[in-house]
């Protein structure tokens, strides 16, 4: 890896407390079960899910790319759809094709 920092290094990332996943989970980043992260039902916040899946495509991509000089990974494109509440600790990995891979380098 070069200068770059990591995904868990970024200031907002450590503002709210996301944190790298255990290795062997095969997940990326990971938000523990804290009262901060939920909202006015009690489960977790949407814009808390959402920091994760991004925290977590930032990882993927980092871990995928780490060979290439200069590379790095910025958001294009999001569309959330919540399938139903989260409670508690939460963790993201990324599953990409080859195809989805070569897109992000050549769109």
């Not at 890896?1 to 503002?15: A, C, D, E, I, K």
């Not at 780490?66 to 409670?87: E, M, N, Q, W, Y």
Request: with cysteine; net charge neutral.
């Amino acid at each position: 890896m070069s200068n770059t920092l990591l995904v868990t290094q970024l200031p907002f990332n450590q503002l709210i407390g996301l944190g790298d996943a255990d290795k062997e989970s095969g997940f990326e980043v990971r938000l523990d079960d804290l009262p901060q992260y939920t909202n006015h039902l009690g489960t977790v916040h949407a814009s808390a899910m959402l920091a994760l899946a991004e925290a977590g495509s930032g990882a993927f991509l980092q871990h995928r790319f780490s060979h290439l000089t200069g590379f790095i990974p910025v958001v294009r494109r999001v569309d959330a759809k919540f399938r139903k509440p989260a409670l508690g600790a939460l963790a993201a990995r990324c599953i990409a094709t080859q195809t989805d891979v070569n897109h992000c380098l050549w769109p």
